[in-house]
């Protein structure tokens, strides 16, 4: 096992009608700014029951921020923080909004330049963050539960994260029937992202971290298990979504990955794609991931063997034909959800794609991978698999 | 799955060497109360490790919390946090010491009579208390990770706990070396603790949590797994302890028992047995749980049913064989470990223990397990199994 430094001080409140739980959670004297998304919280009572709980606290709203949330539009909401002398951010959304509400939150208390929180490691440097709880309504970055946010900038057409002990939410809401109202690709989407964050943490090599190891598995197979009822929408299961909207947040919070080497080049290469062609991340993950594991299936061989063993029941063939189940169930696991897991079924050309983002990435000498031996030109070769 | 609210801000810091983080872990200014056991410490390198790491900080000591730590005891040492204007405590060893710490920590705030924070609830009405770390030495109890105390009254014969988010540690050292000069039947103990804190929040009855189940289960798999390298001498096996320190901190951070019904009725009839009869904290647990399962089979068998085939990979034979065989593989794991699971082994008379421990507990109107169904009579004729 690795040393490691754990630590999430973030306070879960999961269940029914826990939305009204904000009365508690809030200060009565802050001055709250209210940030959401496309609006679709004032169409699915979401929005109604938040300022219910808030009763007489004085609210500002901040709404439009848009999946992978874009540096510009967070600026001006780090705008209205300091010019309205804001107390308390509330998240209202899903990864998104939180993670773009990280960033205001963080940005707001920064003398220096804010773009440099995100690229030149300046968070480090930051001493204070405006305290913000969340009220999660779409499960799968697991934002809600760790100090990691991932922001884009489209003018530049980048995309990249940064984390900080300051912006761990004070609070998660977590109530499952919030998620009663997201159109079906969105609970696909989730599913698929939260099973790439544990897989990005677990599938390396071994390093006799048994608890983690197993802890990793627990989760994958909750994934799997709670899939079905999860995505059954006649009638909604209740604790489908529960099941599913833990195991996204556990997923994430960093206690599986502590003491473990981790990948992350799924993610990074993902991130390419949806910047170059707007697909969905999760989409983008899916698209990337069983390429990956095939590329790199010597590296991986002992955890890919394990993988099948304890995720998939896989115990029968040579080593090579149990990676190549492995590999297959995980594609088959993306399709059973109605997820395609080649770049083809977004008509975008995988040559094209992986020679341009094979030289963008040459030209930020990007490097991934548990042994940091994931280049440019595997990243193409990766995605070239993927057509 | 229930509803639940969870929180565990305690930071974490695993690995070798870890000891000497305590100089960016304490403020230089701190006036710090060193808290340990027996004394040991200063025989194995911790306590030297620990001065060195505080270097020129004022440190004053208390030594001599037994195990099982006894009020009349912790009450001096509040005498002295009081007394000498005490900033910061560092407790350094197993549970009992970090209970203890607990107990000084919130009792040294508080204006009313300090016993009422253990008997009468009180700990919800304390509003501080005096800040602490631990550096875990005996791996076994996850009070290093949680905000559980656990506190003895010898005059009283009497065992009692409380909780509070005010004594969560600031954070906690976990050295797998730091164990290395264990007795081996403290690590034996330490093993069976952990499993049945995991067992607790576990063995009850289904809720749809499959979550919480899968990670409950993971976390058994890895103890039952790492258990042999954990109890190998020569040579020390550093991943082995790193297992079992790490499993049993998982064990009870309060995780995997949220959100899900819990039972403690074993702990329950342990803390009897130790009360009166002196047995290790653990001892007790291996006594009782076994025959516990047995006498609750019938309410627990789902639950039995499902451990017995994801924990021990029984699949064949009727319900009620399978239910037979989880329960015999559950002692037969405590046997691999040297661990008895009968009164008769510390030649006490089940029968005689059954009718006193009946008799305090129906005094006290004890009630327990997951459906409060289990009373004092069912303790007595728990224990008369336990032959």
């Known amino acids: 096992m690795n040393d490691f430094r754990y630590y999430n001080p973030t306070t879960i409140i999961f269940g029914k009608g826990t939305i009204a739980k904000l009365d508690e959670l809030v200060k009565k004297k802050d001055k709250i700014l209210l940030l959401y998304g496309s609006g679709s919280i004032k169409k699915n009572g979401v929005y109604d029951q938040v300022m219910e709980a808030l009763g007489k606290r004085k609210v500002l709203e901040f709404g439009g921020i848009e999946p992978n949330p874009d540096y510009a539009t967070l600026m001006k909401a780090v705008d209205i923080v300091q010019k309205k002398e804001v107390d308390f951010l509330l998240a209202v959304g899903g990864g998104s909004v939180i993670d773009g509400t990280k960033f205001i939150s963080i940005a707001s208390e920064y003398d220096g330049n804010p773009w440099h929180i995100i690229t030149k490691g300046a968070a480090k440097d930051c001493k204070k963050a405006v305290p913000f709880g969340t009220v999660l309504t779409l499960p799968a970055t697991g934002s809600e539960f760790n100090k990691g946010s991932v922001i884009s900038r489209r003018e530049k057409r980048v995309k990249f994260s940064f984390q900080s002990d300051l912006v761990f939410p004070k609070f998660s809401i977590l109530d499952p029937e919030n998620t009663y109202s997201l159109p079906i690709k969105q609970v696909r989407n989730g599913l698929v992202d939260a099973f790439v964050h544990i897989i990005e943490q677990y599938l390396t090599y071994p390093v006799d971290a048994i608890v983690q190891d197993r802890q990793a598995e627990a989760l994958l197979l909750a994934l799997i298990e709670t899939a079905p009822a999860a995505m059954q929408t006649d009638p909604l299961s209740y604790d489908g979504r529960a099941n ?73 063939g040579t080593d090579s034909e149990r990676v190549d189940r492995a590999i297959e169930a995980t594609a088959q696991f993306f399709h059973s959800l109605g997820m395609p897991t080649a770049l083809s079924a977004y008509k975008i050309d995988a040559e094209e794609a992986a020679t341009i983002i094979g030289r963008r990435l040459a030209k930020r000498e990007w490097k991934a991978g548990e042994h940091k031996d994931i280049g440019p030109e595997d990243a193409a070769n990766i995605l070239r698999l993927s057509r």
Chains 1, 2 share one sequence.
């Open 244 to 316: 599913y909207m833990w195991a996204a947040s556990n997923a994430l919070n960093t206690l599986i990955g502590s003491g473990v080497p981790q990948d992350w080049a799924t993610h990074n290469i993902g991130h390419e794609i949806t910047a170059l062609y707007g697909l969905d991340h999760a989409e983008t993950l899916a698209a990337v991931l069983p390429w990956l594991m095939w590329y790199k299936r010597d590296q991986k061989q002992a955890k890919l063997l394990q993988y099948g063993q304890r995720v998939f029941d896989i115990h029968e």
